[in-house]
């Protein structure tokens, strides 16, 4: 007897280790993708890729953390290898005989830009950090340290380094294969449409654009001009890059020149040098309006031309004389109303150096918001007499950044940081990031908030037409629908109240010719329904009679609470979803989970910020 419950236990013990057995044979991603994985802390830190350090590779390690957690990046990545996979490859292959610059074109960088190196590389490299193994794994960034050291022919020196210095070299470098590819693209349709005598016609325009001569190899890969842009189709770009303007304003003429735009892969801000600031303080800093002294206005000289003609013109003694001095001023006068920074032809101004100088204002502002914004503090403080230091104010960061002003605001969410611990020369880097999964895509109704009772009608009508009914048939199944209201209604009296309302609105309203869920809709298309029998209930009173099958049988409750469901907002009834608030805390190959209030408290030591816009679809997620 007292080796019977030690059987059991030896049994149930098996049986349990046979179904664990199972289940991992079966479905082992159950254990990584299932809710009960997630609630445990040993199980999350196996399911991210870690970074091995083998020297001073923590720059580069939380660099490529960095950007493995950024959506959009992927997306762009996958989009550029995939079309450079799917195309002619003789499209990425064909040289220009000058760059943009109007120099000679290097052959083999050419190649590497066109062929998107660094881009593939890099894909390559995110998409091993974006596994989730089953247990710690950890890879090397030696791969994509190759594919660098090719695409730009030397080596990267294995000293400490800065994080945000290959984060621009490696950003500058993707948008600069993302010109060349396009470029290319461009180039070889223009080609194929000179080839076969078609004109391309700009959108705006109609127009057509002259043609190019199919014998003329310089022409057709020649640069792509600004003039040859509405001829191709606009898409998204380069995700980091975005695009400023400087506008300048005389002070004293009120002049504003054209403004200059400028590319950007990353906004550097200045942290102030003070205790504790935030960073609303960095961006009015960096964006505020700055004035400069002595700066040579060309309106005011162009003024400053006029006024030494006309003191040349007091002293003319002939005619002639005072006629070619009133020409230039005439000339002079035309190129201020016409565009002051374009000087008149055959007129010699006077020096520069005697021109009046001015006080101007200059403005920065963001024209072309990126969808990934890069936020590089500088902490940096230079002094003449000393060496370099480091600014150790605590800088205080939103998890929601809004930029722009009221027409044009962009909403930004926090999913990565750089924080660097250490002095000027010397540190350690480590990574923030967000555990963001993004939904997959779908085509929800999103026009459509009543769920299943929508008053409107499917957009994929039946081919086929439906039985008719006959009209008999439709007043019986009228009457009998009545009489169950009717019993429903003794039963329910708030249904009955419900009922009657909704048969008032049904009363008042104007008759429509688009088919509702409503008792009207079921009485114009029952003639649409298969017909049954119901048979006698034992005990009942009713007649057999034929109706419409299941659907049908439910219809004074359905089609009534149908109708009343649909004047509701049913969308506050909806689940709401969580705010994902779990991040890893990624150090080289040691990872970690923390929350959002411990990444938003590394107030001392953050380096860099990584926004993403925010999707109207995934703004509470």
């Given at each position: 007897m007292p080796e019977k419950p030690l059987t059991v236990l030896t049994y149930a013990a098996s049986a349990s280790l046979a179904a664990v057995a199972l289940v991992y044979f079966f479905n082992p991603n159950q254990f990584i993708d299932g809710e009960p994985s997630t609630s445990s802390a040993t199980t999350r830190k196996k399911g991210i890729v870690g970074l091995i350090n083998p020297a001073n590779d923590c720059f580069i390690n939380s660099v490529l953390q960095s950007l493995a957690g950024l959506g959009d990046l992927r997306l762009y990545l996958i989009r550029e290898v995939h079309r450079r996979d799917l195309d002619d490859g003789s499209i990425y292959t064909s040289m220009p005989e000058k760059?943009?610059?109007?120099?000679?074109?290097?052959?083999?960088?050419?190649?590497?830009?066109q062929g998107g190196e660094v881009t593939r590389g890099l894909k390559c490299m995110l998409d091993q950090l974006n596994e989730r193994p089953i247990y710690k794994k950890t890879v090397s960034a030696q791969s994509f340290i190759k594919v660098l050291e090719n695409a730009f022919g030397t080596r990267i020196s294995r000293v400490q380094q800065d994080a945000q210095e290959l984060l621009q070299l490696v950003a500058e470098r993707l948008s600069e294969e993302y010109d060349a590819g396009k470029q290319a693209r461009q180039r070889a349709k223009r080609g194929?449409?000179?080839?076969?005598?078609?004109?391309?016609?700009?959108?705006?325009?109609?127009?057509?654009?002259?043609?190019?001569?199919?014998?003329?190899?310089?022409?057709?890969?020649?640069?792509?001009?600004?003039?040859?842009?509405g001829i191709f189709e606009e898409e998204d770009g380069f995700p980091l890059q975005g695009q400023t303007e400087a506008r300048v304003e005389c002070q004293h003429c009120h002049f504003v020149p054209k403004p200059t735009p400028s590319r950007f892969v990353m906004l550097n801000l200045m942290v102030p040098q003070k205790g504790t600031a935030t960073l609303n303080e960095c961006f009015d800093s960096h964006f505020k309006?700055?004035?400069?002294?002595?700066?040579?206005?060309?309106?005011?000289?162009?003024?400053h031309a006029i006024e030494t003609l006309d003191e040349e013109m007091t002293f003319a003694r002939s005619q002639e004389q005072k006629d070619i001095i009133q020409a230039k001023i005439d000339r002079?006068?035309?190129?201020?109303?016409?565009?002051?920074?374009?000087?008149?032809?055959?007129?010699?101004?006077?020096?520069?150096?005697?021109?009046?100088?001015?006080?101007?204002?200059?403005?920065?502002?963001?024209?072309?918001?990126?969808?990934?914004?890069?936020?590089?503090?500088?902490?940096?403080?230079?002094?003449?007499?000393?060496?370099?230091?480091?600014?150790?104010?605590?800088?205080?960061?939103?998890?929601?950044?809004?930029?722009g002003g009221i027409l044009n605001r962009k909403n930004?969410?926090?999913l990565g940081l750089v924080t660097h611990r250490g002095t000027h020369n010397s540190g350690h880097y480590e990574t923030f990031r967000r555990q963001h999964l993004y939904p997959p895509r779908s085509t929800p109704h999103a026009k459509n908030i009543a769920g299943p009772y929508s008053p409107s009608a499917?957009?994929?009508?039946?081919?086929?037409?439906?039985?008719?009914?006959?009209?008999?048939?439709?007043?019986?199944?009228?009457?009998?629908?009545?009489?169950?209201?009717?019993?429903?209604a003794a039963e329910h009296p708030s249904f009955s109240t419900a009922h009657s309302s909704a048969a008032s609105t049904e009363s008042l309203s104007p008759p429509s010719t688009r088919p509702t869920s409503g008792s009207g809709a079921a009485e114009k298309n029952a003639d649409s329904l298969p017909k049954a029998t119901v048979p006698i209930r034992p005990?009942?009173?009713?007649?057999?009679?034929?109706?419409?099958?299941?659907?049908?049988?439910?219809?004074?409750?359905?089609?009534?609470?149908?109708?009343?469901?649909a004047s509701l907002d049913l969308s506050r009834f909806r689940r709401k979803k969580k705010t994902n608030d779990r991040w890893w805390r990624?150090?080289?190959?040691?990872?970690?989970?923390?929350?959002?209030?411990?990444?938003?408290?590394?107030?001392k030591d953050v380096y860099m910020l990584f926004y993403e816009v925010e999707r109207k679809e995934s703004g509470t997620s």
């Open positions: 760059d943009e610059q109007g120099k000679e074109v290097v052959v083999w960088k050419r190649l590497s830009l194929l449409l000179s080839s076969t005598g078609e004109h391309p016609q700009s959108p705006s325009k109609s127009e057509a654009q002259p043609s190019v001569d199919p014998t003329a190899a310089s022409d057709l890969f020649a640069p792509i001009s600004a003039a040859d842009d309006t700055e004035y400069i002294e002595d700066y040579t206005c060309d309106r005011c000289r162009l003024d002079v006068r035309k190129a201020i109303e016409v565009d002051p920074e374009q000087p008149p032809d055959r007129i010699q101004l006077p020096d520069a150096k005697h021109a009046p100088k001015r006080k101007i204002a200059r403005h920065v502002q963001i024209t072309k918001f990126p969808k990934v914004l890069v936020i590089h503090l500088s902490r940096s403080m230079f002094d003449p007499g000393s060496y370099s230091q480091k600014n150790t104010a605590k800088l205080s960061f939103p998890e929601r950044l809004p930029i930004y969410k926090l499917t957009p994929n009508p039946s081919n086929q037409p439906s039985p008719r009914m006959s009209g008999d048939l439709a007043s019986t199944l009228k009457g009998a629908r009545d009489k169950r209201v009717d019993e429903n005990g009942s009173r009713d007649q057999p009679t034929t109706i419409l099958s299941a659907p049908l049988e439910a219809s004074p409750s359905t089609v009534n609470l149908g109708r009343y469901a990624i150090s080289d190959d040691t990872i970690k989970e923390c929350h959002t209030t411990d990444v938003l408290a590394m107030q």
